[in-house]
């Protein structure tokens, strides 16, 4: 079955530190692949998404690439702030019909000092 | 920017109570979903549901599980007679039409079975 594989946590980096948070997924067919973020006592919100092969999506800074040679899906930040600390998850939604769910890497904490 | 509500955000329970999660869905959407995250695990896929039935259940959406649009606004998840291993985080999600795989999630229900 479909499955998202995130690097170990947790992260935890100075201000204006550069970010990567590895992603890779097993699927069949074309997913779409998400990054949500859960900040302290919030729900999870989506970061950015790519629906296809080299897809670029951003927000606030943050960028990830849709490769299908490699599987992957890694997020990036070129300098991380005090606010970006979170939970951040890697997913992927299997286009299996309109309903269609989406399955989660385990997520990874990132934490920022200041 | 409309929402998902989830209620109540915290409940505690004795090991084999019954227990029903409430969750309020983005107004126009049409399908809706189960997550749970057990501390320091996966967010994993419980249930997906469209048109007032379930569209699918992954294994651990077993007998003791049922879910309900009683009355075109809240969605609920009710466990039966809860064990200390459903302790966790609950997510309720809502989509709405188009196939972009997005969900928007509420801020979550938190369960302990004491």
């Known amino acids: 079955g479909d499955s998202v594989t995130q690097m170990e946590g947790p992260v935890t980096l100075s201000e204006e530190a550069f970010l990567t948070i590895n992603c890779t997924y097993t699927a069949t067919g074309y997913p779409s692949l998400f990054w949500y973020v859960q900040y302290p006592g919030e729900g999870l919100q989506l970061l950015l998404k790519?629906?296809?092969?080299?897809d670029k999506g951003s927000n606030k800074g943050f960028e990830a690439t849709y490769r299908k040679e490699t599987t992957s899906f890694h997020l990036e930040k070129g300098s991380v702030q005090v606010s970006d600390s979170a939970v951040y998850f890697c997913a992927l939604s299997d286009h299996s019909g309109a309903n269609s769910k989406l399955t989660f890497g385990k997520g990874i904490t990132l934490s920022v000092r200041p | 920017e409309p929402e998902v509500t989830q209620t109540p955000s915290h409940q505690v329970t004795q090991m084999g109570q019954e227990v029903i999660l409430r969750c309020v869905p983005i107004?126009?959407?049409?399908?809706f979903y189960w997550y749970r995250q057990i501390l320091g695990q996966k967010v994993e896929f419980l249930v997906s549901?469209?048109?007032?039935?379930?569209?699918?259940k992954s294994e651990i959406f077993d007998d003791q599980f049922s879910v309900e649009r009683p009355d075109g606004s809240n969605f609920t998840l009710k466990i039966r007679s809860t064990k200390l291993e459903d302790s966790a985080m609950y997510f309720c999600?809502?989509?709405?039409?188009?196939?972009?795989?997005?969900?928007?999630f509420g801020e979550g229900s938190r369960l302990t079975v004491l």
């Open positions: 549901f469209y048109n007032n039935e379930i569209s699918e």
């Open positions: 790519a629906t296809k092969a080299d």
């Open positions: 999600a809502s989509k709405g039409l188009g196939n972009t795989g997005e969900l928007f």
């Open positions: 107004s126009n959407h049409l399908y």
